[in-house]
């Protein structure tokens, strides 16, 4: 079983900054891509940024230039760095991971997983 487990999250001020950092543990053989997903109440989950093991990243453009996602392999952990926040940001969000785990003898298989998510509230 593989847990991922987030933090960061909290009250701020407009133009403010928050950092995110979620923990994978569990049976792990490595881990693919990694993201965060955000949902703001009455609206769709949304992806907000993703980073590849090797680095390669990827941001939705109404964060752009305000967000960096960032990872550290060695401690199975991924980053999201939120400057000059505004109140349009506030919503849960959600850690992902997909996981390569062993299967069958010799045979490794990738998996989803999801984090709890974590309450970020921007106030005017």
């Known amino acids: 079983q593989v847990q991922l487990v987030e933090s960061g999250g909290g009250l701020v001020q407009a133009g403010g900054s928050l950092r995110l950092s979620c923990a994978a543990s569990g049976s792990i053989f490595s881990i693919n891509n990694m993201g965060w997903y955000r949902q703001a109440p009455g609206k769709q989950r949304e992806l907000v940024a993703f980073?590849?093991?090797?680095?390669?990243?990827n941001v939705t453009d109404s964060v752009k230039g305000r967000f960096t996602i960032s990872r550290d392999n060695a401690k199975n952990t991924v980053y999201l760095q939120m400057n000059s926040l505004k109140p349009e940001d506030t919503a849960v969000y959600y850690c992902?991971?997909?996981?390569?785990?062993?299967?069958?003898?010799?045979?490794?298989?990738?998996?989803?997983?999801w984090g709890q998510g974590t309450q970020v509230t921007v106030s005017s």
């Open positions: 980073i590849t093991s090797k680095g390669h990243t």
């Open positions: 992902y991971a997909n996981v390569n785990r062993w299967t069958l003898p010799g045979q490794i298989k990738a998996y989803d997983y």
